[in-house]
């Protein structure tokens, strides 16, 4: 019953947010090659060509998240997903509409903080400090942090500097160290991509308990499977435009028929669902993938 009334508690609410990035210099510099190239070319835009180029990447977008949630964001690539979650983390303005949250959100928490240079362990430190853990706090949490990347599974990499780890391992620590504290609102974008399959298994069952500790926890993957086993409610990311919000399944559905990702495994299994297949748009996949 706790939960039922946690559950309705909001911790992000995006309303009408429109989030447009300015290029500069889309000419190409001043005095170069290109830019010189590109007033031939284009006379009459020689001036537009030198200044901003907009790119309206998140259009209009609204939905509340409530606590305890935990949220898939998906979508084909270039669709909007990790400028959004910048702009819920406070890293990115929004152009119109207004992101509210409730409590810190922290995207990974620490990417920003870490330093290639220095060695696993002073990033947890650093990493941790970051994100408001007191020192005796992240020394208690020392040794779970290095066990749950199992950085040191192959030897005594925690005490290397980051700039020798794989970009998997690397991806592990970021997780590790950000999923160590408890957060109100916890983005994670592609994390779970780069880690092994028993390192995804234990980034799961983690982000599990961080729902479990009233926070919500969005998390954008193109991974199915781990959308579908974390996430309850999923919301669908389209050239900007939020194109579904709602169960995971649900949604899921609709999205592996747009992509043509719904591939009959066992065809005779699949026998009911050609119905199912013929009424996606053909230019619907057309227009999806801009870059
Ligand atoms: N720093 C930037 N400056 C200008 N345009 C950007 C910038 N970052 C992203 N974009 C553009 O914004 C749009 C959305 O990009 P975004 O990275 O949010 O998509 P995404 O859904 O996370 O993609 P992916 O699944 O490929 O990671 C794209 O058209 C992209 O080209």
């Keep these: ?57 998140v259009r209009n977008v609204s939905f509340v998240a409530y606590r305890g949630e935990a949220i898939g964001l998906i979508g084909t690539n270039g669709s909007g997903k990790s400028t959004l979650l910048k702009a819920v983390a406070g890293l990115l303005p929004v152009e119109n509409g207004h992101i509210y949250t409730d409590g810190q959100p922290s995207l990974l928490g620490v990417n920003a903080a870490l330093m290639n240079d220095l060695t696993g362990e002073r990033n947890i430190f650093l990493g941790g400090l970051a994100m408001g853990m007191p020192r005796e706090q992240i020394k208690e949490r020392y040794q779970d942090i290095v066990d749950f990347s199992g950085i040191n599974e192959k030897g005594d ?47 799961e069952a983690r982000i599990r308990e961080l729902r479990r500790h009233a926070g919500t926890v969005f998390l954008v993957s193109h991974n199915n499977k781990s959308i579908r086993d974390t996430c309850e409610r999923v919301l669908w990311l389209e050239r900007g435009e939020l194109r579904m919000d709602g169960p995971t399944e649900e949604v899921m559905k609709e999205y592996e028929a747009f992509t043509g990702d719904k591939a009959p495994k066992k065809p005779a299994k699949a026998a009911p669902k050609p119905q199912q297949k013929a ?8 227009v999806a993938l801009p870059s």
């Design 1 to 57: 019953m706790a939960e039922n009334v946690n559950s309705r508690i909001p911790t992000v609410v995006a309303d009408g947010v429109d989030i447009v990035y300015r290029v500069n210099g889309t000419g190409g510099g001043r005095g170069s090659a290109t830019a010189a190239l590109n007033r031939i070319l284009r006379r009459k835009q020689a001036e537009k060509a030198a200044g901003v180029r907009k790119v309206h990447a």
């Design 157 to 203: 990499f925690i005490t290397l500097p980051m700039r020798t780890y794989s970009s998997g391992m690397a991806a592990r620590l970021r997780f590790s160290i950000a999923a160590a504290k408890d957060h109100d609102v916890l983005l994670i974008d592609e994390a779970l991509a780069t880690g092994d399959r028993s390192f995804q298994r234990r980034s």
């Design 279 to 286: 009424p996606v748009p053909a230019q619907d996949t057309k």
